[in-house]
C-alpha cells in the first residue's frame, strides 16, 4: 500500500492555471491506475482525470481540454496541470489509486470569479 500526499492548491482567479501534484510513499510503477478526485462543498466526489500505467489517460467531461493528468513513475508522481480554471472547479482535490485504494489528505483549490 503506498501514502499519498497532495500539493500545489491555492486560491487562483477565473482563467488562471494551478498544477496539482501527488506524491507516493513507495513505487507507483505497478499501480496500473492513478486518478484525481474532487470534492465540492455539498456534492459526491467526482472523477476529475485517470490514468493508467500505459499512459492512457481519461477526463470528465466538465475538464476535457482544460487539464492534464500526468505521471512519473521514477519520482512517484501524479500531477494535474488545470488551466483555464472556472469557478465551478472550486473543490478539495484528492489523488487516489485504485489497486490499494489509498486517498490522500486533499488539497483546496479555490477559483473565483
Known amino acids: 500500500q503506498v501514502q499519498l500526499v497532495e500539493s500545489g492548491g491555492g486560491l487562483v482567479q477565473a482563467g488562471g492555471s494551478l498544477t496539482l501534484s501527488c506524491a507516493a510513499s513507495g513505487s507507483i510503477f505497478s499501480i496500473n491506475i492513478m486518478g484525481w478526485y474532487r470534492q465540492a462543498p455539498g456534492k459526491q466526489r467526482e472523477l476529475v482525470a485517470s490514468?493508467?500505467?500505459?499512459?492512457?489517460?481519461y477526463y470528465a467531461d466538465s475538464v476535457k481540454g482544460r487539464f492534464t493528468i500526468s505521471r512519473d513513475n521514477i519520482k512517484n508522481k501524479v500531477y494535474l496541470q488545470m488551466n483555464s480554471l472556472k469557478p465551478e472547479d472550486t473543490a478539495v482535490y484528492y489523488c487516489h489509486d485504485f489497486v490499494f485504494g489509498s486517498w490522500g489528505q486533499g488539497t483546496q483549490v479555490t477559483v473565483s470569479s
Open positions: 490514468i493508467r500505467r500505459d499512459g492512457v489517460t
